[in-house]
């Protein structure tokens, strides 16, 4: 595989769009297959949310990024150039460790040189490389402090200055906000996302919380069992989950069983011993009649109400058993006949908006035609 | 009521926990001491003690002598202070060495599965079960001129004269550097094994090489595990005795044997303590600099 990848003769912009070409990769421990055959493209510049449970692979395929871990099969291509055989000392890729991973000898200045050092930069070239890293992260004061004297958020960005110092072709985050409390998290994700937007690195980062994914990241690839469920915007992978496992991993989803009815091209018909009426969805899917099917809709698409819609479908009627309060909304948890159970969010527009229904009213739920998705698997 | 104002003035537990060790140092560690540090004011005399009393009381005069002939002749006499020299240089060398040794063992060991790293550790340990004094003369049966090592390398054909290493400075430092390498090892492994591997990867990932990580990150955050090694081998090396008298030729001069000399040769009390408390004084000295060294070390962790 001694093939120059540059002499491929692919385009500039096609260059631009696969800046990071995961082809193929797959990683095995002993017999045991953390990551199946995955293949990603990943943009320039963009921010790429590897995101996934524990014992999903993404850590891994993200130490196989950083050069830790060789891949048992596939490829990595990084600007057209293999990265399989380069130790993590040779490539253009610098990773923010989840517990950040800060020298403690050192200070924060010196954390942040280390890297320039090591390439054998000339001191003056280093020393203002530093300056303008520690005036990017707001850190200028604390130039002089040794990690341990600093707050887990200042911590966090001393980690982003340290690993973007070197000016890296691609930029690695694992867990990067593991270690903060809620409440500095949601700060943080958004001083990050700018930091790396400034400084323009492409960035593959990892996580298990899908808050953070969808906030931060311009697409996310959903993994499980060393799978690539779903690879999205975050929008998409919201409101058009690929399988169930999409659906169920992102948010909260109402998900009934049924069969294919009627096969239009404009519309779908799903018969469910799960509601009374049938299901209507307003436009054509690829699937045909008779076929076993998923049917998704997320809580919030539902209209909660005690008297009955007028529409001869996508409605089901039930009695209210559970209430969740969350201030904002509140959930109602709505059993069926048929023993389904329903959430339906209600926005509450108004103060005491909520007190209309509850416990053990009857009510009825319906929703649009393109509110829910069809599954096929 | 007052019987329980009384209770704070009564000794309880906790005070005889404490009291405990305390007079156990006074009595066998602050007395000794000081009753040394008498002696070697006093002057030598054919008597029993051999030695002069320094306070006296006669015709109602209360008279208190401290004679410093005894440290005076230390600086004076080239022997005394060759031998502390000479002591010095023994302890340094064998101290780099047994650093040099212990360090990739201590390494190793830290890299090591956790269970076979108890099996590394405990083979450290095992040879200091058996007597010292029985592994020093061990080493007389393996440095010997008839001893294993010489037939060994005669019987392989390597040498055809036996090699003289017993009774020669070198045997005492591989005595030395042998008896006191677990003190280096363990030390070094407790601080090289609690290494978070991730600032390594971390080094790796900024584009150190292995090595140049080994220098920048190991190294310096073993520096802890150096410095209480280096001390727990140099300070009793300084003070040895048994080894190079049981190893060492006659030209291997050392402070514990002068000391040896002038107690049980010549008899001469005054000198021998004046030789010891100068030999604390020297060793006071790394002492008082790991203590401090310590000291900021736990500060920095503390803030």
């Known amino acids: ?43 320039k510049g963009e921010i790429f949310a590897l995101l996934g449970g524990s014992g999903s692979g993404k850590s891994t395929l993200l130490r196989c990024l950083a050069g830790f871990e060789r891949p048992t099969k596939g490829k990595i291509v990084l600007d057209g150039e293999v990265m399989n055989d380069l130790p993590p000392y040779e490539r253009p890729i610098n990773m923010m460790f989840q517990s950040y991973a800060l020298f403690p000898h050192m200070t924060v200045e010196q954390n ?9 930069i000339a001191k003056d070239a280093i020393r203002k490389r530093v300056g303008e890293m520690l005036e990017m992260v707001q850190l200028g004061k604390l130039a002089k402090r040794k990690p341990h004297q600093l707050s887990g958020g200042q911590q966090q960005r001393v980690a982003l200055a340290r690993s973007l110092a070197k000016g890296p072709k691609l930029l690695l985050l694992d867990e990067p906000m593991g270690a903060l409390d809620k409440k500095l998290r949601s700060r943080m994700q958004l001083e990050l996302v700018n930091i790396i937007e400034t400084s323009g690195v492409t960035c593959v980062m990892v996580t298990h919380d899908q808050e953070e994914a969808m906030t931060m990241a311009t697409r996310i690839a959903l993994m499980d069992q060393g799978w690539i469920q779903q690879v999205g915007t975050p929008d998409e992978i919201y409101e058009q989950p690929a ?19 009627e096969d239009e091209p404009d519309y779908v018909t799903l018969k469910t011993p799960a509601f009374e009426s049938p299901i209507h969805i307003g436009h054509g899917i690829t699937g045909f009649p008779g076929q076993a099917v998923s049917f998704a809709v997320r809580p919030e698409k539902l209209d909660i109400a005690k008297n009955e819609p007028a529409q001869p479908h996508n409605k089901a009627r039930g009695t209210i058993e559970d209430i969740a309060y969350f201030g904002s909304h509140s959930v109602y948890h709505v059993r069926l006949p048929s023993g389904i159970k329903l959430m339906a969010n209600f926005a509450n527009e108004q103060r005491w908006a909520s007190e209309g229904l509850t416990w053990g009213d009857q009510v009825w739920l319906w929703w649009g035609d393109n509110d829910g998705v069809v599954l096929t698997s | 009521m007052n019987a329980r104002a009384l209770k704070r003035f009564v000794p309880g ?15 066998f560690f602050a007395i000794p001491f000081l009753i040394v540090l008498k002696i070697s004011f006093s002057r030598l005399a054919i008597a029993m003690p051999p030695y002069t009393p320094i306070l006296e009381y006669v015709d109602k005069a209360l ?14 006499d080239s022997q005394y202070v060759l031998a502390y020299l000479s002591s010095i240089k023994i302890a340094a060398i064998s101290t780099l060495l047994c650093l040099l040794i212990g360090y990739p063992m201590a390494y190793f060991i830290a890299r090591m599965k956790p269970s076979t790293r108890n099996i590394a550790l405990m083979a450290v340990v095992l040879p200091s079960w058996i007597s010292f004094l ?4 061990a080493w007389v049966g393996i440095l010997d001129a008839n001893g294993i090592l010489n037939r060994a390398l005669m019987g392989l054909g390597v040498i055809d004269t036996p090699l003289r290493i017993l009774y020669t400075p070198l045997a005492a ?37 292995p090595w140049q990580a080994f220098l920048r990150i190991t190294l310096p955050l073993s520096r802890a595990g150096i410095i209480a090694g280096c001390m727990l081998v140099m300070i009793p090396a300084v003070g040895e005795f048994v080894i190079p008298e049981m190893l060492g030729g006659p030209d291997t001069l050392m402070i514990g044997r002068v000391l040896w000399g002038e107690f049980f040769n010549n008899r001469d009390w005054p000198a021998a303590s004046a030789v010891a408390i100068v030999m604390l004084l020297i060793l006071l000295v790394p002492i008082l600099i790991f203590n401090r060294y310590q000291h900021k070390e736990m500060e920095g962790r503390l803030t």
């Open chain 1, 243 to 261: 399988n169930r496992f999409a659906a169920e991993f992102i948010g909260s989803v109402n998900l009934v069983n049924a069969t294919i009815d």
């Open chain 2, 134 to 137: 029985l592994r020093v003369y």
């Open chain 1, 1 to 43: 595989m001694a093939i120059n990848e540059r002499a491929n003769g692919t385009p500039a912009d096609a260059g631009a769009e696969r800046y990071l070409r995961i082809e193929g990769v797959r990683k095995e421990f002993d017999g045991f297959v953390a990551v199946d055959d995955v293949s990603l493209d990943i943009r």
């Open chain 1, 112 to 120: 942040i040189a280390f890297g320039l050092k090591q390439d054998g």
């Open chain 2, 63 to 76: 008279t208190l002598r401290l004679n410093l002939g005894n440290y005076v002749a230390l600086f004076t």
């Open chain 2, 173 to 209: 430092y591989i005595g030395i550097v042998y008896c006191y390498l677990p003190f280096m090892v363990l030390p070094l492994y407790a601080n090289l094994v609690k290494l978070d591997l991730r600032l390594l990867e971390a080094a790796y990932d900024l584009g150190a090489k």
């Open chain 2, 13 to 27: 537990g906790r005070w005889a926990v404490i009291a405990v060790p305390f007079l156990w140092l006074l009595l």
